[in-house]
């Protein structure tokens, strides 16, 4: 069973500050995603990613395959990126379907 | 357009109840998901569905049961519900399984038993 650790777990920032969340898990996978719960609780599907670097606007996805490491980062932070960032893995199945193990969150509050 | 919409988006029920939630995504994805969100915010995977057969089972009690009528939609029955089973439970839809596959998620239904 992956283990998916999260740090940190509560982050609070100034507005225009860098942002990074980390994600670690245990075993080998076939894809990790970043996923946004905004506090009305829904859930947003930022990146899925199975090697290297996406980015999309102002954040940033990044992941170490060997390390079994990944960082999310957002760039010049606004307060409406207040929201709860959550770390998924799903395992490598051979060919059958998983669903994801879920990293426990980030709770991520940018001030004005 | 609602890509995986949920219903109810709240349900208040009398435990000992049978609900249902319903779930439905017009993406024509092939593989569909139920999670469970509890009072700490932790998500887990309670199953999913890839062209109507049931693929995952984690440990959940026979009480919820997956029905899907089809492959754009996968309902949720929960039998005799609990105090335990009060929860934020998400729908979600990917195309294909395996590698590389985005799930995409429904609203949510906030569940509550009294």
């Known amino acids: 069973k992956n283990e998916v650790e999260q740090s940190p777990q509560n982050l609070t920032a100034q507005e225009g500050e860098f942002i990074t969340i980390n994600c670690s898990y245990s075993?080998?996978?076939?894809?990790l995603h970043w996923l946004q719960q905004h506090p009305g609780g829904g859930i947003v599907s930022l990146f899925m990613l199975s090697s290297g670097k996406k980015k999309h606007g102002r954040l940033i996805a990044t992941i170490n395959i060997q390390e079994k490491h990944s960082s999310l980062h957002i760039t010049a932070s606004h307060p409406r990126d207040s929201a709860v960032y959550i770390c998924a893995v799903r395992q490598y199945s051979g060919g059958g379907a998983d669903g994801l193990t879920f990293g426990k969150g980030t709770h991520l509050i940018i001030q004005p | 357009d609602t890509a995986v919409s949920q219903t109810p988006k709240y349900l208040v029920t009398q435990m000992g109840n049978d609900k249902s939630i319903k779930c439905e995504q017009n993406?024509?994805?092939?593989?569909m998901y139920w999670y469970k969100q509890d009072s700490k915010k932790f998500l887990k995977i309670m199953f999913s569905y890839n062209n109507k057969e049931l693929i995952i089972n984690e440990t959940v009690p026979n009480r919820f049961s997956p029905k899907s009528p089809d492959k754009a939609h996968l309902n949720l029955h929960i039998n005799s519900l609990e105090l335990g089973d009060s929860a934020v439970y998400f729908c979600?839809?990917?195309?294909?399984?395996?590698?590389?596959?985005?799930?995409?998620f429904g609203p949510g239904t906030r569940l509550t038993v009294l």
């Open positions: 979600a839809s990917s195309q294909g399984q395996g590698v590389g596959n985005t799930q995409y």
């Open positions: 993406l024509g994805h092939d593989t």
């Open positions: 075993v080998g996978i076939s894809a």
